[in-house]
């Protein structure tokens, strides 16, 4: 079952922040972030494993919220080159074990203006 | 992490034909995974090929229509078969490369993709 992101776009001016959620009606066990350029193949960002954990990227930073099962991607004081689709990649627990592939949200596109 | 090429970066092919699209990488991986991405669409896992097994594929893909092949630990191929406009896609290789000093083993990246157009 593919994860829900929200929100499906947003506008931003340089210099403004954003977030982006990402929620599973399933256990995971890992949330994986990628941002994907048009035309361009998608390039990870960072992972975040099941025990709340939050991890940081320049600006850009990542919270996992296990009771919740959802993650966010924080970006802050955006640049021009931060435009792009950003999806969340879940993997799943089953049977006690993570279930290994990855799921994709539908993506949310950001958009910064100069 | 790991460095991934395919061929070819894209085709326009007649309906059907067939196209095998090939992903190399520069390292030794055990698994390699193959996507689909239709126009504006999410990331969608065809199969997932490990060396030396069958490729499982995912449920609606089949392996008539996306057969695979995986020689050796740094390479495969995915062919498309009997092509239909709607297979018009990019389709990308992925590999699992293992973080082992931060405990991560999980992690794909992704090759630069193969964009497909059938008329």
């Known amino acids: 079952q593919q994860p829900v992101q929200s929100p499906q776009a947003v506008i931003l001016r340089e210099g403004e922040d954003a977030v982006i959620n990402c929620s599973s009606s399933?256990?995971?066990?890992?949330v994986h972030w990628y941002r994907q350029k048009h035309g361009e193949a998608p390039v990870f960002l960072m992972i975040?494993?099941?025990?709340?954990e939050q991890k940081g990227h320049d600006k850009i930073s990542a919270s996992f919220n296990e009771k919740k099962q959802q993650s966010s991607l924080y970006l802050t004081a955006s640049q021009l080159s931060y435009s792009g689709t950003y999806f969340c990649?879940?993997?799943?627990?089953?049977?006690?074990?993570?279930?290994?592939?990855?799921?994709f949200g539908q993506g949310t596109i950001l958009t910064v203006h100069p | 992490s790991a460095v991934i090429s395919q061929k070819p970066s894209r085709d326009i092919c007649q309906r059907g034909t067939s196209l095998t699209i090939q992903c190399q990488v520069d390292?030794?991986?055990?698994?390699m995974f193959w996507y689909r991405q239709q126009p504006g669409q999410s990331l969608t896992l065809i199969a997932t090929?490990?060396?030396?097994?069958?490729?499982?594929?995912e449920s609606g893909f089949v392996i008539d229509k996306f057969p695979i092949s995986r020689p050796n630990l740094t390479f495969s191929t995915l062919t498309v078969s009997n092509m239909s406009p709607e297979d018009s896609s990019i389709y990308l290789c992925?590999?699992?490369?293992?973080?082992?000093?931060?405990?991560?083993?999980?992690?794909?990246?992704f090759g630069p993709g193969t964009r497909l157009t059938v008329l």
């Open positions: 992925s590999v699992e490369d293992p973080d082992i000093v931060a405990g991560v083993t999980d992690t794909q990246y």
């Open positions: 399933k256990a995971l066990y890992s």
């Open positions: 975040l494993l099941k025990g709340g």
């Open positions: 990649g879940t993997v799943y627990i089953a049977g006690g074990t993570s279930y290994g592939k990855l799921t």
């Open positions: 390292s030794q991986v055990t698994m």
């Open positions: 090929a490990n060396q030396g097994s069958e490729a499982t594929y």
